[in-house]
């Protein structure tokens, strides 16, 4: 990830990072392209959150695309914040990791990759322009109803984010919320279903 998006990360979770402020290596070093940078930003919002109000003891030790997707290693983490970051893990599969925009798992000669129509040819090395406000937009937002969505879910928050929902046009939560606008509609559907339990 380029050097100005996991500055940023510092700035804002370092204490959240292994490696920070040592004087081993004073910035995490993310291991996936820039285009996740809204996706990182989003699950290390989630992890802050809890360490902050839960009292989870928690520690980011590696940030990496693996089998195509995003995964985050991290210590000191309980059944909720797993699952949040199991769905971070979900809406990366549908996140261009060159550039942010919505994309589509593909296989390429073997290698699984996310991939917009822009960028399928290009390798996740290559240094693409991204657009850094966007995608502080998208993780903030996917923090907030990634969070709604434990809370309102617990364990089974997973298993609703891969359900294909009749409100999101027979699209999965985890594929919606590749978007800022995703999201929003993802956040209408949380609090009508919690309005439906409430009556
Ligand atoms: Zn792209």
Not at 54 to 60: A, E, F, L
């Amino acid at each position: 990830m380029d050097s100005v998006y996991e500055g940023q990360l510092a700035v804002d979770y370092g204490s959240l990072l292994d490696t920070y402020g040592t004087s081993r290596n004073d910035t995490f070093a993310c291991q996936c392209a820039s285009g996740w940078f809204g996706l990182v930003y989003a699950a290390l919002g989630i992890l802050n959150s809890y360490k902050k109000h839960r009292d989870q003891k928690i520690i980011v030790v590696q940030i990496k695309e693996k089998f195509g997707k995003l995964r985050i290693y991290c210590g000191g983490t309980n059944a909720f914040s797993e699952i949040a970051l199991e769905i971070i893990e979900m809406v990366s599969g549908h996140v261009c990791e060159c550039c942010g925009a919505e994309g589509e798992l593909a296989n390429d000669r073997g290698w699984l990759n996310v991939r917009c129509g822009e960028h399928h040819l290009t390798t996740s090395i290559q240094s693409v322009e991204a657009s850094k406000l966007m995608m502080l937009a998208h993780g903030r937002k996917l923090a907030s109803v990634i969070l709604d969505i434990v809370c309102q879910f617990g364990v089974q928050s997973a298993a609703w984010a891969r359900l294909p929902a009749t409100a999101l046009g027979g699209l999965t939560p985890a594929e919606v919320l590749s978007t800022e606008s995703g999201c929003d509609k993802v956040m209408v559907l949380l609090s009508r279903l919690n309005d439906s339990v409430l009556d």
